[in-house]
C-alpha cells in the first residue's frame, strides 16, 4: 500500500503531513503522528537550515534541497546535505530527492535507502508523463524506498500508480485545497461543492472537509492498490 502524506497548512485530525520551511507552523506539525520536512524547492533556505528546522520540529523524515530540472545542482546539493547530516543532532531519516528523469538522476547519486521524485508537480507535466519517469525510475531501482513529491491528487495517476506499487508514499495539497473551496473529493478524485462558500462558518468548515479529504485519497489509493492484488490472484487461478 502507498502512504498518503497532506502537504499541509491546517490543523486536520489526518497523521501524515508534510510541511516546508515557508509554511512549518507547529500548530499543524503538533496534528501530525508521522511527518515530512520537505525543503521546498526554490525556497531561500539552506540544507543546514532545513536540519536545523527538522531537528527543531522532530521530523520523522527530512528532504535534502533540491532545483527543479537541473540534475548537476541538485546533485551537488546532496553532496553537501549528506556531509553536514552525519554531524548534525538531526535524527530524521534522509530522503534523497530526484530530478526527472529520475531513472537517470539515480544513477549520479550516492546510494541510499530512501528516495523522493520531484520534479513532477509542474504545469507542464502530463499525468501520462509523471507515470513514465515513476515506472522508469522503478525499473533500475526496484527496492529502494520511493516518495512521489507532489502528485497523487488525481485519479488517473492515482489508478496507474497504486496498481503497481511503485511508490511507498506520496503527498499533494489537494485535500486542503478543495476544502478551501468548500469541495469534497468524490470516489473518482472529483471536487464536488458541498458547501456556500461565504458566511460565519465558511471558514469552521473547512478543517472538516480537509481530514474528510484527507482519509478518501488514502482510501482511493488503497482501493486501487486493492483492485491490482484481487485482479492478481483471480489471473492465478485461470
Keep these: 500500500m502507498t502512504d498518503v502524506y497532506i502537504a499541509s497548512d491546517k490543523e486536520t485530525a489526518y497523521p501524515r503531513k508534510l510541511q516546508k520551511p515557508a509554511t512549518l507552523r507547529p500548530s499543524v506539525r503538533e496534528t501530525a503522528e508521522t511527518f515530512i520536512l520537505d525543503s521546498g524547492i526554490g525556497d531561500d533556505v539552506s540544507n543546514a537550515e532545513v536540519l536545523d528546522l527538522a531537528e527543531e520540529y522532530n521530523a520523522d523524515f527530512v528532504v535534502a534541497k533540491d532545483y527543479l530540472h537541473d540534475h548537476d545542482k541538485t546533485t551537488e546539493s546532496i553532496h553537501e546535505f549528506i556531509d553536514l547530516y552525519e554531524s548534525h543532532l538531526c535524527d530524521a531519516t534522509p530522503m534523497i530527492p530526484l530530478q526527472p528523469p529520475h531513472a537517470e538522476h539515480y544513477q549520479d547519486v550516492p546510494e541510499f535507502d530512501t528516495y ?56 499533494c495539497s489537494t485535500p486542503e485545497v478543495a476544502a478551501s473551496f468548500g469541495c469534497v473529493l468524490d470516489e473518482q478524485l472529483r471536487q464536488q461543492q458541498v458547501r456556500v462558500m461565504t458566511g460565519d462558518g465558511a471558514t469552521k468548515r473547512n478543517i472538516p472537509l480537509g481530514t474528510f479529504n484527507s482519509y478518501q485519497i488514502q482510501d482511493v489509493w488503497n482501493r486501487e492498490a486493492d483492485r491490482q492484488d484481487t485482479q492478481t490472484k483471480m489471473d492465478t487461478y485461470q
Design 116 to 171: 523522493v521524485l520531484g520534479g513532477m508537480a509542474t504545469d507542464e507535466t502530463t499525468d501520462a508523463q509523471a507515470i513514465k519517469w515513476v515506472r522508469e525510475f522503478r525499473d533500475v531501482a526496484p527496492d529502494v524506498y520511493a516518495h512521489g513529491l507532489g502528485v497523487g491528487g488525481g485519479i488517473e495517476f492515482t489508478r496507474a500508480v497504486a496498481s503497481k506499487g511503485w511508490l511507498d508514499s506520496i503527498d
